[in-house]
C-alpha cells in the first residue's frame, strides 16, 4: 500500500463525514487533503486510545519528530510521506500541522474548561487550524475565505462537542464551559451518570444556538468568488449542521447515545449540496 492508499484507507475507514466532501474534488486535491485528515486522525487516535498519559505524550512528541523529517524530506511515517508530498503545493506550513498536535496535547492536561473562551483556543488548535490548511487545499482568492475557514472549522467542532458529550464524559472530559454549567444548573456529575432534564436539555439548546452563530457567520463571510473552490467545506457545513439539527430535534440525548447520519444521506446532502454551491 502507498503512502496515499495508506491515507484513503485511514479517511474511508472512519465514517467520517469529512470524507464526503473529498469525493468531488479533483485527484490531486484530493490526495492532499485525505493526508491532511488522515494526519489529524493519527494524532487524535493517540490521545482517545492511549490511556497512559506519558505513553501518549511520547507518541505525540514523535509525531512532531515525524513532521520535521517530512518537511526534510526523509519522513519514515505512510502519512509522512504522503504529508511531503502534497505540503509545498498546497502551501501547508508545518507550524501549523504542529498547531494542530498542541491541540490534541491539551487533551493529555486539560479535561474542563472555565469558559468560552478557553475552549476557544481548544477549538482553534484541533479545528480552525484544520479550516485554515483545508482552505489552501480547495483554493482561494480573497483572504476573506480564510476567516470563512477559521469560524466554519468553530462551528464544527461545537457540533463534535455536542454530539460526543456522553462519550468524553465516559472518557473524563467535559468541554461544556464551566460557566454554561453553572448558568442552567448542571453539575458535571449528572454529564457523568448520563442524566437527561429539563436544565440539560436547556444548555444543551444554548450550545447549538452558539454552534449556529458559527455556521451563520462563516458562510456569510465567505466571498462569491471562491464559493466553487470552496465547495467542499459547504458539503461539510451541509451534513453537519444537519446533524447538529437532527440532535436538537430528537432532545439532545447525547449522554446514552451517539447521534449520526446514514451514509446514504450523507452522500445524498454531499450531491446536492455540491450541485448547488
Known amino acids: 500500500m502507498n503512502p496515499h492508499d495508506y491515507c484513503h484507507d485511514k479517511a474511508a475507514k472512519s465514517g467520517s463525514s469529512f470524507y464526503y466532501s473529498f469525493m468531488f474534488l479533483p485527484p490531486e486535491r484530493r490526495r492532499a487533503i485525505t493526508a491532511l485528515y488522515a494526519f489529524c486522525r493519527e494524532v487524535d487516535d493517540v490521545v482517545d486510545e492511549c490511556h497512559e498519559v506519558q505513553v501518549a505524550q511520547t507518541k505525540l512528541d514523535w ?46 492536561t486539560q479535561s474542563r474548561y472555565l469558559d468560552f473562551k478557553g475552549l476557544q483556543l481548544y477549538c482553534y488548535r484541533v479545528a480552525s487550524v484544520v479550516g485554515l490548511l483545508a482552505a489552501e487545499i480547495f483554493g482561494y482568492r480573497e483572504r476573506q475565505t480564510l476567516k470563512y475557514a477559521h469560524d466554519l472549522g468553530m462551528a464544527f467542532q461545537l457540533t463534535n462537542i455536542i454530539r460526543d458529550v456522553g462519550e468524553d464524559a465516559r472518557r473524563g472530559r467535559i468541554y461544556l464551559p464551566i460557566e454554561d454549567l453553572q448558568r442552567f444548573k448542571v453539575p458535571a456529575s449528572q454529564i457523568m451518570e448520563g442524566r437527561h432534564d429539563d436544565n440539560f436539555r436547556a444548555l444543551m439548546a444554548y450550545q447549538a444556538e452558539r454552534a449556529e452563530k458559527f455556521y451563520d457567520q462563516a458562510l456569510a ?30 432532545g439532545f440525548l447525547v449522554l446514552d447515545r451517539r447521534t449520526s447520519l446514514t451514509p446514504v444521506r450523507k452522500l445524498w446532502i454531499a450531491g446536492k449540496t455540491w450541485v448547488r454551491a
Open 63 to 108: 509525531w512532531r519528530k515525524e513532521l520535521a523529517q517530512a518537511y526534510a524530506g526523509s519522513p519514515s511515517h505512510p502519512v509522512g510521506f504522503a504529508l511531503k508530498d502534497v505540503a509545498a503545493r498546497f502551501n501547508l506550513p508545518r507550524e501549523q500541522l504542529l498547531e494542530i498536535i498542541d491541540g490534541m496535547e491539551m487533551d493529555l
Open 221 to 250: 463571510q465567505l466571498p462569491a468568488a471562491d464559493r466553487k473552490s470552496q465547495r467542499p467545506g459547504l458539503v461539510m457545513a451541509a451534513i453537519y449542521r444537519t446533524l447538529l439539527r437532527e440532535i436538537a430535534s430528537d
